[in-house]
């Protein structure tokens, strides 16, 4: 009887991933008594879910992606704190940074492929954390920028949370109308075939293009949600390992299913935060079950959840 | 004239690859390329679909030049293209590849607000249906047996009703009996529709037994160019290619 209503309900969550999201999303921080957490759950969601737009869709690991990430986060600061913007139009600008960023960088990037793409991706965000952490009288250098709160309105966290679970809801109904598009397909040709994508008039570095400076809008979209949630950022916010933590999670996750990014971010947040808390050697204890679940599920938890239950 | 090919050059390093090619091809032709491995063949046929910038040389498709256009710019002026080794989207359904190309071919590359799988579901069907792939249009591209994608990458190549057909190597890696039922099948599509096909080709059954016309390359140039049976007279030819046949 229990099985059964498990099984019921585990083939409606597969046949319905993202309305069960949503779900999950809105009755979660009421479930447990730490919304900052689910928070973060969800911003770093949004920040693998662009990421994946970029690597499983369109086919271009980057290493950098957390340039975007901090773009955003940095412009909604700025905006806030030295030109004074409401918050609200703080946020709403911040992906625009994040935008300008991916579209100047993503111009380059997308002139090379594999290995030398990675290491572009990865030359620009050092570049962006360079100006972060050294130009003081801006960012604040290695300190960062404190007081980066928002607006009344949105100040109990169950608020910012709703606020977030609404705009990424948003985002992630977005990109799944996107990577099911002819713009989508157009992305998934380039990467499955560059040869025959250009035999077919798809100008292909024009169209991974285009994906880059998306996924980079999505990575600044949740760089600002990150900075208001906190309440400060540093330079560690575009670092290089926050940029391998979105392919962490992607992996986790699985690459090319549409919420996989999600529950990978989910996963990795939730063992970070309890790991860290319970063992002095967090950083190795993470590394450890991370490299333990990506062996037990190679395709991620989403791909392997999607094989069960086509079987 | 669909194509024409005038003094053609191109040199990787201090290798001439291609030395001063000129060609014509007419609609409704099918016109052979042949020559031993290095004559320069697939070079050729990569300064055509815009995969090489020519050194030196004209290509006209009608009026319109296309030496040095990018791929995707070739494509779009009416010349479809199979490789040696077929290119299809193989995360992708035998519809879907079709759908894909017929989407590009109506310029919704960059359209994000519809649904990809509700567009040319007909027209991809009348596609498959000609290539006889229709009864497989679900199933997805990484599984079908190699003859079998061949077919489907002949579709996807006419979804944008080309008037030249590049085929490179078209029946390489087939089993033997189905590459004359490949060569048929693409003499009738090109027929139907008057459209010009250029190939390359190893297996001299196929090039004898299909082309209209026949051009001969060794060493970068064209040595001979003609009737499939003037061709093979020609003595030069048994000299430096068929050998004693």
Known sequence: MMRAALGTLAVWVAAHPVTSLVVLFAVFPF????????????????????????????????????????????????????????????????????LAGAALFGWFCVRLSGIYLAMLTLAFAQIVWSVAFQWDELTGGSNGLVGIWPAPWLASRTAYYLLTLALCASCILLLWKIVVSPFGYAL????????????????????????????????????????????????????????VDALVMVLLGGVQTLTGPVWGAALFIWLEDTISREIAYWRAALGAVILLLVLVFPQGIGGTLKKWFSQ | MVLSVKNLSKAYGGVQAVRDVSFEVAPGEMVAIIGPNGAGKTTCFNMLNGQLVPDAGEIRLGDAS?????????????????????????????????????????KRNYSMWSRAGAFFVDDAETLLERVGMRSQADRPCAVLAYGDLKRVELAIALANRPRLLLMDEPTAGMAP??????????????????????????????????????????????IAAGAPDEVRADPRVREVYLGEA
């Open chain 1, 31 to 98: 479930l447990v008594p730490h919304t900052s957490l689910a928070t973060q759950v969800l911003t770093y969601g949004l920040f693998a879910l662009g990421f994946n737009l970029l690597y499983g869709y369109t086919g271009l690991l980057s290493f950098g992606h957390a340039a975007y990430f901090g773009l955003g986060a940095y412009a909604a600061a700025l905006l806030l704190l030295r030109y004074g913007l409401p918050m609200e139009l703080a946020l709403a600008a911040a992906p625009l940074a994040a």
């Open chain 1, 188 to 243: 998934r040709a380039s990467r499955d075939s560059p040869l025959r994508a250009e035999a077919v008039g798809i100008d292909v570095r024009a169209q991974q293009w285009a994906g880059f400076i998306l996924a980079g809008t999505f990575a600044g979209l949740s760089g600002a949600l990150f900075a208001f949630s906190k309440g400060s950022i540093s330079p560690e916010t575009l670092s290089v390992p926050r940029s």
């Open chain 2, 66 to 106: 296309l030496a040095g256009l990018p791929p995707h710019r070739v494509w779009r002026l009416g010349v479809g293209r199979t490789f040696q080794v077929t290119a299809t989207f193989g995360s992708m359904s035998v519809r879907e590849n079709v759908q894909t190309a017929l989407l590009s071919h109506h």
């Open chain 2, 177 to 222: 009996e189905e590459r004359a039922a490949l060569m048929e099948l693409a003499a009738a599509l090109a027929r139907r529709d008057n459209i010009a096909v250029l190939f390359t080709e190893h297996d001299m059954s196929m090039v004898f037994g299909f082309a209209t016309r026949v051009i001969v390359m060794h060493l970068g140039e064209v």
